[in-house]
Structure formats: structure tokens, C-alpha cells
């Protein structure tokens, strides 16, 4: 009968032991791994859209009255990357087509029914609060007046905060709406939505961030004052 007990006793400590190690390892790679992943492929994906930047500068457009369209965006793929000055010197995301799972794990997501970059409408991207980089890790550091700063390679765009972050429920799509629900916008202009879970290890909420398109200027001027202060 003694052997018994200790031979359970035994054994459940062996299994108590191997959960621990697995849960471990699993935190260390939710924690860590995906981060390292998320970096590797983020740099891939600025390195992709700056080539392409170089490539296209270096075939000069045809002559021509008026200029084409803009291509349109093909899912998955970069079409700008995003600066927070607020977050730091060295943080620079790019911004891919899509809000898919395996979009997001490179970099930030447009929403494909918002608007393009910089045109009248609402620009609406998502990023991970937590693992795959933790992008907007510091999101609700954000406050009014702090600049969002984009590059689509011909042109900067500089966005003012203009709210405290929002909480609300994954369910409230009208947040990236045209003129967002709830963003104190009272008709059509050129809006910049930022989304993220909340809280910061769940998805429970959803924290929302609004701006305003504030300047714009080729980049053939040189960065934006807002990336120089």
C-alpha cells in the first residue's frame, strides 16, 4: 500500500513537472519567439517596399496629362510603413494589405473596406497589442496631438491624434467607418484609425485610436518635422 501511494505520489510529480515545462516553453515562445519571427519578418517586408520605392524612382514615368491611378493594393502585400514618434526613435512598422492572421504576423493591417492612404475617408489599421512584435504595446500612451507618421515612398503623411484611446467591443465596426462612430469627427475628411485588443493579454475589447491627416509633403523634401523632434 505504501508503494502504492508513493509510486502515485511519484508519478504525479513527474506529470506536474512536465506540464510546467511545457508551459513554459509555450509562454517563452509566445513571449519571445513570436517577437523574434515578427521582427525578421517585419524588416523583410520594409526591406521589399523600400526596394520597390528604389525600383520605381529609377524607371522615369511616360509623359502624360493626367497622371494614371495609383495601383491598387494586392492583399498581403507592404503598401506603406508607419513611424510613432511616441514610441520611440526606433520604431517603424510596415503596413500590409489585409487584417488576416498570417498578414498580421508581419507587420500592421489595413482594413481592406477603408480608404487608401491619405485620400479622403478613414485609413483604418490593426497591430498586435502582444506577441508577433507587441506594436501597439504602448497604444494607450497615445495622446492628443501625437503624430502618426506614414510613408507610401513618394509621399509623407503626418497624422494628429486627436482622443485619448477608446474602448470598445470587437462587434463595433462603425469605429473604422468613413466618419467614425464615436470619434468626435462631425463629416468627410482624411482620418487615420488605429485598432488593438484590449486588455493587453486578451481580445475581450478592442482600444481605438483616431487622427486627422495634419500635413503631407514629397519625400523628396526630406522627413517630416514630426520625425525630427
Avoid at 200 to 206: A, F, M, V
Wanted: some cysteine.
Amino acid at each position: 500500500m505504501v508503494l502504492s501511494v508513493r509510486l502515485v505520489v511519484r508519478t504525479l510529480s513527474e506529470l506536474c513537472i512536465t506540464v510546467g515545462a511545457v508551459i513554459v516553453l509555450f509562454v517563452g515562445y509566445v513571449m519571445f519567439w513570436t517577437g523574434v519571427k515578427a521582427e525578421a519578418a517585419m524588416d523583410g517586408q520594409i526591406q521589399l517596399l523600400q526596394d520597390e520605392w528604389v525600383g520605381r524612382e529609377a524607371v522615369p514615368a511616360p509623359a502624360r496629362a493626367t497622371p494614371p491611378p495609383p495601383p491598387p493594393y494586392r492583399d498581403g502585400k507592404g503598401l506603406a510603413v508607419m513611424y510613432i514618434p511616441r514610441f520611440g526613435p526606433e520604431w517603424d512598422w510596415p503596413v500590409l494589405e489585409g487584417t488576416e492572421v498570417a498578414t498580421l504576423k508581419k507587420g500592421l493591417g489595413h482594413y481592406a473596406r477603408s480608404a487608401r492612404l491619405g485620400e479622403t475617408g478613414n485609413f483604418a489599421v490593426a497591430g498586435h497589442r502582444r506577441t508577433y512584435g507587441d506594436p501597439f504595446k504602448d497604444v494607450p500612451r497615445l495622446r492628443p496631438g501625437d503624430a502618426v507618421v506614414l510613408t507610401d515612398g513618394t509621399t509623407w503623411f503626418t497624422y494628429r491624434i486627436t482622443n485619448k484611446p477608446y474602448r470598445t467591443v470587437p462587434t463595433d465596426t462603425r469605429v473604422i467607418d468613413p466618419v467614425p462612430r464615436r470619434s468626435g469627427f462631425d463629416g468627410p475628411g482624411r482620418y487615420l484609425t488605429l485598432t488593438t485588443c484590449e486588455p493587453e493579454w486578451g481580445s475581450s475589447h478592442r482600444l481605438i485610436v483616431w487622427a486627422h491627416l495634419d500635413a503631407t509633403q514629397p519625400v523628396t523634401q526630406g522627413r517630416p518635422e514630426a520625425l525630427n523632434t
